[in-house]
């Protein structure tokens, strides 16, 4: 297993302009995190799944965000009419039930929007 | 909300020297996490703590939990340049763990 895979690694947008980034977790994690941190903070908490529900989403996550899992296996988190704010590392990360196994990031994926 | 504030904000330390960073809760522990993460890059996971003040010790690096005081420290000793990073404390809201709450972070540059 290679770990929780986050792509692309960087995307640079026009401001309007929808973003989809994907999240491939551990096989075996059946939970899955979005986060996104920007300069200077810590990650912030924008939604997580458990399989393919959907079980929490923070008031950080905009009627302009949605994310997804299928099937309870990959994630896509999708940006619709991209914002100057939006500009951020978003974060994906993933663990067992419990979380008490520990979370497992990604790498990231940094968006920039121009 | 939980809110949690990491000091120093960054620290400056010369190699070989230890070096302390806290973390303090603004409400009950039930599991904290560090985790260390470079510039631009994803997180690393270090150590999770839980409930009865819980001590873990990973090669130089360690992790105390003291619940009374909703607080964690991590210890460095002896620093080298590899543990140049950003150091970020994460806790569960609730027994549950689900989602995390992050610190600020600290920045810590080792210098030769």
């Known amino acids: 297993d290679t770990g929780v895979s986050q792509n692309p690694r960087h995307k640079i947008t026009k401001r309007g302009q929808n973003v989809t980034f994907r999240c491939d977790p551990i096989s075996e994690h059946n939970r899955l995190y979005w986060y996104r941190q920007t300069l200077g903070q810590g990650p912030e908490f924008l939604t997580y799944f458990q399989n393919e529900a959907q079980l929490e989403k923070s008031r950080l996550l905009s009627d302009r965000f949605s994310a997804e899992r299928p099937k309870g296996s990959f994630s896509t988190l999708e940006i619709q009419r991209t914002e100057q704010g939006d500009s951020a590392m978003y974060l994906c990360?993933?663990?067992?039930?419990?979380?008490?196994?520990?979370?497992?990031f990604g790498s990231g994926t940094r968006l920039t929007v121009v | 909300s939980q809110e949690l504030e990491q000091s120093p904000q960054s620290l400056i330390v010369q190699e070989g020297k230890n070096l302390t960073i806290n973390c303090t809760s603004s409400k009950t522990l039930y599991g904290l996490y560090w985790y260390k993460q470079k510039y631009g890059e994803g997180l690393i996971f270090l150590m999770m703590l839980q409930k009865g003040g819980e001590e873990k010790s990973h090669e130089k690096i360690t992790a105390k939990l003291d619940e009374k005081k909703q607080q964690s420290s991590l210890h460095i000793t002896a620093s080298q340049p590899s543990h140049a990073g950003i150091y970020l404390c994460?806790?569960?809201?609730?027994?549950?763990?689900?989602?995390?709450?992050f610190g600020k972070g600290t920045m810590l540059l080792v210098s030769p």
């Open positions: 990360a993933s663990s067992q039930t419990g979380g008490n196994y520990g979370y497992t």
């Open positions: 994460g806790a569960a809201p609730n027994s549950g763990y689900s989602t995390l709450t």
